[in-house]
């Protein structure tokens, strides 16, 4: 099967996940439930879920190992980027090629919709660990869970966050630069690839490799994201471009150029793949890894 037509049906499965994990729109409270399907039904590459799928088969798993968790880190992704749109935030009034979920349900709806995805997310994964038949597969599930909650948390994506909105309309160095997106956008690609990996049961080392190889991604998919923002298509994208310049932001793009950034897009995105090579020689995979992990790179939307 050509990769486009793998990818596709994966996304298929991680949307059934999604419908299988997702809270019901009823009750008092509907229409936060409503708001939450509204943001997490939208779309989307469904990258970090396929990301621990992934990684859980290479190790011996299966998405059906994985399923509870692919959901959960759907839904923290979600809420960080319906939090991002807030007007408090990015103020942005397109998402996944929709109307962002403020602009539809009103400012409060948006941030509590935000708050009822990650806290769903916690629930679904706590739930796995205490409905896991044996002590191993609850020890595997809560290591998971507690790899997804620091990478999401202050020492990962919120704590990048916290650094790129206190960085705004400031020059930025190359240091903190490297900073925020290491924690914004690498930590849960991070935690994706790890938690895949702890579900199936691989050795410390071989989770750290993973660390590795994951950061280099997250580092690679930003750049790509910069240079996106500065020469991609916003039909394409779903979301407009040129936010940032149009909000002074510094990126790799402001810091290099295009072509700069291309290149150290490449070279990451080499070293990554080499030392995927080397995890896999325990455990040869069937290729679909490796052709996601350029695919992310090498993305236009
Ligand atoms: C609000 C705590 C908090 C964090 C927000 C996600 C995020 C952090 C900001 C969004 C802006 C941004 C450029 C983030 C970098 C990561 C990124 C490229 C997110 C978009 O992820 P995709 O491309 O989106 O996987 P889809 O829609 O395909 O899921």
Redesign the pocket.
Known sequence: MIFEQEFAEKQRQVEDILRQYAPAPSGMQKTVTEAMNYSLMAG?????PILIGECCRLFGGSYEDAAPFMAALEMI?TY??V??DLPA??DDDT??GRPTTHVVYGEAMGVLAGDGLLNYAYEVMAAAVSEAADGQTMARRAGAMAVLSRKAGVYG??GG?TVDVESEGKPVSKDTLDFIYAL??GALIEGAMMAGAILAGASEEEVAAVEKIASGVGLA??IQ?DILDEVGDSKELGKPVGSDRKNEKTTYVTLYSVEEASRMVEELSNRSVELLHSVEEGHPGDGFLEALLLYLIHRKK
Not at 44 to 48: E, M, V
């Open positions: 989307g590459k469904r990258l970090r992704h960080s980027l939090h991002d935030m990015d998402r996944r994506m919120v966050q914004k956008t998919f930003q994201d």
